[in-house]
Each structure stands twice: as C-alpha cells, then as structure tokens.
C-alpha cells in the first residue's frame, strides 16, 4: 500500500466538510417570444418555478432583447409574425450565440419545424401541450446552456493553467517559482488568498501566503489552519473548511501528492455570494493545479539540492587540484634533483681536479683542458634537463603555421631509419593524402620523434624477430587529422596504461618519463589530444588534431 493511500485510509472526523456550500447559482434568465393568448400561461408558470421572464410578441422585439441581454433559454412561438422561429434561429447561428432554442409548433408546420432543427433547435412542443412539460423543456435547455457555458470556462482556465505552467517551468530557482505561484494562481483558481504549505523535515511549513489575516498575529493565523491541512493530508484529498458565520471565508486545502510522496499543501480562501462556491468541478480544478504545483516543486527542491551538491564536488575538485598542483611541483622538484645529481657529483670531481691540476706545478696544458671541457659538458647538459623540465612545467607556444602532417613525418622517419637501434625493423609508412594542420613544425616533429623512438626502442628490447615492424600513418577524416605509429612488440602492460602520459612516469630504467607527458602537452595545446589505442599485438599511440586547410 502506497504512502498516500495508507493516509486515505486513516480514520479521520468527517464532521463538518461539506462538499458544495453554497448551491451554485445558474442566473435563470428566459426569452419567451410569441402570442400572448398561446404562451401566458406557460410565462406564468416559469415565473413560478423561478424563472426571469421577458417576453416579446414579434421577431424584431425579441431579436433586439437577446442583442442587449443574456438568456439561458428561447421559448418561441414557430409561426409568430415577422419570420417567427426560423428568424430567430437564423440571428442566433450568425451571432454565433449557443442560446438554446425550444419551438412551439402546431399541426401543418412541419416543413418549417424541420428546416428549424437543422438550423439548430434544442427542442420542439406542439400544440397542444401541457404547461408543465414546456416547463421541462425549458429546464433542460436552460442546464444544456449552462453546461456549455461550464466546459468554456473550463477551457479558458485550462488554456491560463497552460500559460502558468509555462511560467512555473521557466522558474530559475525555487525563489522565483514561489513568485509565480503568489502572483498567478489566486486569480487562476479565483480565490482571495492563496498561502503554500511545503513538506520538509516531516512538518508543514509557510512558504507563502498572499496575505495574513490582519485582525491576527501569524503563529495564530497558522495555529487556526493547522486543523484543516491535516485533514487534507490525511484523507489524500482536497477537504472545505466550513464557515461559521456568512461573514467569514470559506477555505479550501489541498493536499500535494507527488509519487505518493506528500509536497506541500494549498490552502484557498474566498468570500463568496450567490453564484459562487467549491463544488466537484471547483474541486477538481484545485486539485489538478495543486499537483502541477507539488511537480514544480519537486524538481526545484531536487535541482536546488543538486546543485548544491554540485557546488560541493567543484569545491572538492578544486581543493583536489590544488593538491594535485602542489603534488605536482613536489614532483618535479624531485624530477629535477634527481636529473641534476649525476651532473653536479661529476663537476664537484671536475673541480676538485682543477685544484689539483692547477696546485701542480707545471701542469699540462692538455689535461686543464680535458677537465674544463667535462665541466662545460655537464653544464651543457645541466641546462638542457632544465630546458625539458620547463616545458613540461610550462610549455612555450611557439609560432604555429600550416603543416603539411605527412611532410613533417616522413622527415622523423628519416632520421631514425638509420638508428642503430633500429637495426631489423622495418619502417611502414602510410599516408592518405597530404592534410594540414596548424601547429608549431618543430613540436610536432618533436612528438612524432618521441612516439617513434618510443616503438624503436620496445622492439629493441627484445629479441629481434621476423617481421618485426613499425607503421607510420596518418589519415584526415571529419576535419580532423590523426596521426598515428604502432609496432607488433610486447605492447604495454595493463597496470601501465592509465598512467603512461603522467609526468616522470617510465618503466625505463634509463628514462626521465617526460616523453609522453610532452606528447600529450603538444596535442592539448594543438587543440587535440594524444591517447594509446587498442592494438593486439603491440602498441598503438595516435594523436588526434584540427584539419587546417591551406
């Protein structure tokens, strides 16, 4: 058993909420049109079961009257003088009026009665006839009338409900909803104070109210309603408070349900006078509109909550960066004493030797030079482990022009061809035409190298085998450009692949692991992207960039 059923099913005081208070008001206004010899009696009678009755005894009379007024019903004589009934019906079907018609007919006047119901009529009579049943007749016209009337007030409302859901819809934050919802539905439901009641942390609390009673404080105001929103709430539907003096409002709450799930409850209030009420159809309306309501603020309560979850998570990730970013200088430091303890243990020797050297008498000119020439050596290459540091801490833009991609790697090819450690392998190339990109030349001859000496290098670590082979391709597709080199060697072990383009990380026991990372730096800046893709056997890295067009 849903939650909202179980709260149907508690027993609750049914003592003083009734349905319909006070009867709904029609506003019984007749037309009778004809002699007055045939149709007195019958306007007497109307009069006395309640009706407002005008009469008229010719067409243009009549006619002017349905101009200037509203009626609920026509009584007309068929054979009046000036066009009787057809006329009548005739101006109502050009004014595009749905005031029911009922005929009075004799004997001989079929034609006419049948040309007067396809033009229209409600009903017909003939003569002679009981006043009474006239009286029927016309009551039955008049609720015909009035139903009409319903549905378009029905389908006016519903076209506004319409255009305040749109309006709900379009609420940016909960804020603005609660806005709308003060400023549309009273006049939509026609109610002289609407107040909200939303659900949360298992009580009601105000969220709005169009006004407060000012002969009372707030907590009273509430403390008065507290009754009648339980109510509500547990019988799953809308419950009228009765008034206890005709100078008091009568009140309505209405329960929101959303999955069975209680939102909030409306409470509507209006002073009403004859022709006023809540009644099924009232109800209803409420009803339906406290369940768009309750929807609307479901989804702000839940885009509320999820975006401040999401502000948590960017806080988080902000703070995770901001780990990450000190974890990184931490490791570059690292990267870089280690790089440069080699180089400065072997100029601290230098140095000592030099003090030797120059201390010696007669010191040969030949070694002084040996020992500047290691010195100037290891700064050299000193300032070079910094160089590469730099631009994988901060990589320079460089100039970019258009490249022609298989140009650039034909020359890579080149100059690795003859590498000794290239020795039984062979070099495939593939290109598909001739694509452009725009880029900085020597970075990307600088990416392809690393990848190609990265595949040289894992085929040269193991034995050579027959067939043995490196491809070297690239191929334009989408405005897209992707380059890519793969060999048949071991490949790359699962426990290295997500970690393969970080920083400093290389399975190498004699590399920096900086020639990925620079890889994927080139490609992210070149407005791509550097991956490993799928390839058995072997390994297969492509990068992926903008097609430029000369």
């Given at each position: 058993?849903?939650?909202?059923?179980?709260?149907?099913?508690?027993?609750?005081?049914s003592?003083?909420?009734?349905?319909?208070?006070?009867?709904?008001d029609?506003?019984?206004?007749?037309?009778?049109?004809?002699?007055?010899?045939?149709?007195?009696?019958?306007?007497?009678?109307?009069?006395?079961?309640?009706?407002?009755?005008?009469v008229?005894?010719?067409v243009?009379?009549?006619?002017e009257?349905l101009?200037?007024?509203?009626?609920?019903?026509?009584?007309?004589?068929?054979?009046?003088?000036?066009?009787?009934?057809?006329?009548?019906?005739?101006?109502?079907?050009?004014?595009?009026?749905?005031?029911?018609?009922?005929?009075?007919?004799?004997?001989?006047?079929?034609p006419?009665?049948?040309?007067?119901?396809?033009?229209?009529?409600?009903?017909?009579?003939e003569?002679?006839?009981?006043?009474?049943?006239?009286s029927?007749?016309?009551?039955?016209?008049?609720?015909?009338?009035?139903?009409?009337?319903?549905?378009?007030?029905?389908?006016?409302?519903?076209?506004?409900?319409?255009a305040?859901?749109?309006?709900?819809?379009?609420?940016?934050d909960?804020?603005?909803?609660?806005?709308?919802?003060?400023?549309?539905?009273?006049?939509?439901?026609?109610?002289?104070?609407?107040a909200?009641?939303?659900?949360?942390?298992?009580?009601?609390?105000?969220?709005?109210?169009?006004?407060?009673d000012?002969?009372?404080?707030?907590?009273?105001?509430?403390?008065?309603?507290?009754?009648?929103l339980?109510?509500?709430?547990?019988?799953?539907?809308?419950?009228?408070?009765?008034r206890?003096?005709?100078?008091?409002p009568?009140?309505?709450?209405?329960?929101?349900?959303?999955?069975?799930?209680?939102v909030?409850?409306?409470?509507?209030e209006?002073?009403?006078?004859?022709?006023?009420?809540?009644d099924?159809?009232?109800?209803?309306?409420?009803?339906?509109?406290g369940?768009?309501?309750?929807?609307?603020?479901?989804?702000?309560?839940?885009?509320?909550?999820?975006?401040?979850a999401?502000?948590?998570?960017r806080?988080?990730?902000?703070?995770?960066?901001?780990?990450?970013?000190?974890?990184a200088?931490?490791?570059l430091?690292s990267?870089?004493?280690?790089?440069?303890?080699n180089?400065?243990?072997?100029?601290?020797?230098?140095?000592?030797?030099?003090?030797?050297?120059?201390?010696?008498?007669?010191a040969?000119?030949?070694?002084?030079?040996t020992?500047?020439?290691?010195?100037?050596?290891?700064?050299?290459?000193?300032?070079?482990?910094?160089?590469?540091?730099?631009?994988?801490a901060?990589?320079?833009?460089?100039?970019?022009?258009?490249?022609?991609?298989?140009?650039?790697?034909?020359?890579?090819?080149?100059?690795?061809?003859?590498?000794?450690?290239?020795?039984?392998?062979?070099?495939?190339?593939?290109y598909?035409g001739s694509?452009?990109?725009?880029?900085?030349?020597d970075?990307?001859?600088?990416?392809?190298?690393?990848?190609?000496?990265?595949?040289?290098?894992?085929?040269?670590?193991?034995?050579?085998?027959?067939?043995?082979?490196i491809?070297?391709?690239?191929?334009?597709?989408?405005?897209?450009?992707?380059?890519?080199?793969?060999?048949?060697?071991?490949?790359?072990?699962?426990?290295v692949?997500?970690?393969?383009?970080?920083?400093?990380?290389?399975?190498?026991t004699?590399?920096?692991?900086?020639?990925?990372?620079?890889?994927?730096?080139?490609?992210?800046?070149?407005g791509?992207?550097?991956?490993l893709?799928?390839?058995?056997?072997?390994?297969?890295?492509?990068?992926?960039?903008?097609?430029a067009?000369?």
């Open positions: 058993m849903s939650g909202r059923d179980k709260m149907r099913d508690t027993p609750v005081s003592a003083g909420s009734p349905l319909i208070e006070p009867p709904l029609v506003g019984r206004r007749v037309l009778v049109a004809g002699r007055l010899d045939a149709l007195g009696e019958v306007s007497a009678l109307l009069r006395q079961a309640g009706y407002r009755v005008d008229s005894y010719e243009a009379g009549a006619l009257m101009r200037r007024g509203a009626y609920q019903a026509v009584l007309c004589d068929l054979s009046m003088s000036g066009g009787g009934g057809l006329r009548v019906l005739a101006a109502l079907r050009e004014w595009e009026s749905d005031t029911p018609v009922v005929l009075i007919t004799r004997h001989g006047e079929r006419d009665l049948i040309a007067a119901l396809r033009s229209g009529a409600f009903d017909y009579l003569e002679p006839f009981d006043p009474h049943d006239v029927l007749a016309v009551g039955r016209a008049a609720a015909h009338h009035q139903l009409l009337a319903r549905q378009r007030a029905d389908d006016e409302r519903l076209r506004r409900l319409e305040v859901l749109r309006r709900l819809s379009a609420a940016p909960l804020a603005s909803l609660l806005g709308v919802i003060g400023s549309e539905l009273p006049a939509l439901l026609g109610v002289e104070r609407f909200l009641y939303r659900y949360d942390d298992d009580r009601l609390a105000l969220a709005l109210s169009t006004h407060l000012p002969a009372s404080t707030r907590s009273v105001y509430i403390a008065r309603e507290a009754g009648p339980r109510e509500a709430v547990l019988r799953g539907r809308p419950v009228v408070v009765p206890q003096s005709a100078q008091e009568t009140q309505v709450a209405v329960p929101m349900f959303v999955e069975d799930q209680l909030g409850v409306a409470l509507l209006k002073r009403f006078g004859p022709g006023d009420g809540f099924e159809n009232e109800l209803g309306f409420c009803e339906q509109v369940s768009h309501v309750g929807s609307a603020l479901r989804v702000r309560e839940r885009t509320a909550a999820l975006e401040a999401l502000r948590d998570l806080a988080a990730q902000d703070e995770l960066i901001r780990a990450e970013r000190i974890a200088v931490g490791k430091a990267g870089i004493a280690h790089e440069l303890k180089p400065l243990t072997s100029m601290t020797f230098g140095v000592q030797n030099l003090r030797d050297l120059v201390a010696r008498p007669g040969p000119q030949e070694a002084l030079e020992s500047l020439d290691t010195l100037a050596d290891d700064i050299r290459r000193m300032r070079d482990r910094v160089q590469t540091f730099l631009s994988v901060r990589p320079q833009e460089g100039a970019t022009q258009l490249v022609r991609v298989d140009e650039v790697l034909r020359r890579v090819v080149a100059r690795y061809r003859d590498d000794p450690r290239a020795s039984g392998l062979s070099v495939r190339e593939e598909g694509p452009v990109v725009r880029v900085d030349e970075q990307l001859f600088a990416a392809a190298s690393n990848l190609l000496l990265n595949a040289i290098e894992s085929l040269s670590a193991v034995p050579v085998f027959e067939g043995a082979e491809v070297v391709s690239v191929a334009a597709a989408e405005q897209r450009v992707r380059i890519a080199i793969a060999d048949n060697g071991p490949g790359v072990p699962p426990g692949r997500e970690r393969i383009f970080d920083v400093f990380y290389t399975t190498k004699s590399g920096t692991g900086l020639g990925l990372s620079q890889v994927s730096v080139f490609a992210e800046r070149a791509g992207r550097a991956w893709a799928e390839s058995a056997p072997g390994a297969r890295f492509v990068i992926d960039l903008p097609e067009h000369e």
